[in-house]
């Protein structure tokens, strides 16, 4: 009986002995379990760390080089198509004379289409025969073309001319900005005034400087081949009627009163 207990007592402590192991085992195993679970956990935050830096990174680069080659998502720039030029009524014709600004009276001797950069442009085709160039301006660009002043409007030039000179106690250099604008817009009146502000007549003790000549001379023959077109005489005629205005060359306009030939008789009277 005793060993029947022994073996049965025996068998019961193996019995705890293997379940105690198996219990030991399980933690053993959950505890490792646990461990590769969190490795993995943590290494998948390391890798949206990474990600969230890598897009940082990518955003700097889109910002600082511009030459990088933009991804899918990215927004592309919008190219914008170059529309064709809008086509105007030609208000001018050929052999009309017009203003340019920068140049003076000009003639229209063509039409033009030129083609530029693939796109059809219309152009006037002007004449310079003071400077003996020709020039090119668009018709969509006309209205800096002016037409020549009318015979009313020239009067009032005349009238310009005639009246006091109004100089500014200003600095030359201002003064001569002043001047320059006035004679590159074109206005008729604004060189009407350009030429009675800076007109010495024919006082030649009054000093010139080179610039202030050289404003004048432009303006002045600007308004003279205007004047000449305009009233449809010679150059001399239209020089005559400016120079009067402004009390030029005046020695020049009277004129020589030719002396006859003494007779006999008139020389007796003179011995008597």
Known sequence: MKN?????LS???TKKAVKKRAKAAVKVVKK????????????????KKIIKVSKKNDRVEAKTDPLRIPKNNEQKPEIKKVKKQETEKRIFKVKDYVVYPKHGVGQITETKKINIGGIDVETYILKFEKDK??????????????PLATINQINKCVSILKSKPKIKRSMWSRRAQEY????SSGKIYDLAEVVRDLNKGDDIMIDQSYSERQLFEKAYERL???????????LEDAQKKLDKALKRNLEKQVPKVEQKPLT?????????
């Open 4 to 8: 029947i207990l022994k073996k049965i």
């Open 11 to 13: 068998k019961k402590k």
């Open 32 to 47: 490792k379990v646990s461990k590769i679970v969190k490795a993995k956990k943590a290494a998948k935050e390391v890798k």
């Open 133 to 146: 160039a020709n020039g090119m301006v668009p018709v969509n660009k006309q209205s800096h073309l002016r």
């Open 180 to 183: 320059e604008a006035k004679i």
């Open 224 to 234: 003279l081949t205007e004047f000449q077109i305009v009233i449809g005489s010679n």
């Open 264 to 272: 006999e008789e008139d020389n007796q009277e003179i011995e008597e």
